[in-house]
């Protein structure tokens, strides 16, 4: 049981579309991350929110942390075919290690 | 900025072999973990090390085992391959205890057969 669920599991949009990735636990979360990865490499953070509520702006890249610390959103902005790659959220309980979701595939078609 | 160091980069095994997969990170990072990526799983998590000395079992340990030889290289041992060990297998260091933000190595994709 994947103790992050994030949805949904695959998105193909077109180029200059909006998109929005979920990731949701039952846990609350000291803080968040979002990794992507491209294919035969390994995962590059993005970004890491901590505080419930905040909200974070990567150029076109919109992330929030819920009130709660329970879940987190990645919205991207007129998709560019660059933004393909499988996105995960990876949580931490103040410990020393991050658990981590089983992805979102986004694909953008030029 | 060789950052995460992972070899080899490919490995193929006969069931029922050895194999000890290599890590070495040059941040100066306390933490190192490895990870095993399956399609639709996610990263799950082996065994980690908070700090030079320790090692922990993660979330799927069952036929592994590691060293953490200092604080640069976290090694992963299959002692006796199964089918089921095929997938791609991360090694990851983080500069913990500072806020908690891992950075991986390339991979190393390994196929039991």
């Known amino acids: 049981t994947q103790l992050l669920e994030q949805s949904p599991q695959f998105l193909s949009i077109q180029e200059g579309e909006n998109l929005t990735v979920y990731c949701n636990s039952s846990s609350v979360f000291s803080s968040l991350q979002w990794y992507r990865q491209e294919p035969g490499e390994g995962p590059v953070l993005l970004v890491t929110?901590?505080?419930?509520?905040e909200v974070k702006k990567l150029k076109r890249l919109t992330f929030q942390f819920g009130d709660a610390r329970k879940d987190s959103s990645l919205h991207i902005t007129a998709a560019q075919p660059g933004d393909t790659g499988l996105y995960l959220c990876a949580g931490d309980f103040n410990d020393y290690k991050l658990s981590f979701g089983a992805g979102t595939t986004v694909t953008v078609r030029a | 900025n060789a950052g995460v160091t992972q070899t080899p980069k490919f490995q193929v095994l006969k069931t029922g072999q050895s194999m000890t997969l290599q890590c070495a990170q040059d941040m100066n990072h306390n933490s190192m973990y490895w990870y095993r990526q399956d399609p639709g799983m996610g990263l799950r998590l082996i065994y980690y090390?908070?700090?030079?000395?320790?090692?922990d079992k993660g979330e799927v340990p069952n036929g592994y085992n590691v060293s953490r030889l200092n604080k640069r290289e976290f090694s992963l041992r299959l002692e006796s391959a199964a089918p089921s060990q095929t997938s791609v297998y991360f090694c990851?260091?983080?500069?913990?205890?500072?806020?908690?933000?891992?950075?991986f190595g390339q991979g190393t994709r390994l196929t039991v057969v």
């Open positions: 929110v901590v505080t419930g509520g």
């Open positions: 990851a260091s983080s500069p913990w205890p500072d806020r908690p933000k891992a950075f």
């Open positions: 090390s908070a700090s030079e000395g320790t090692t």
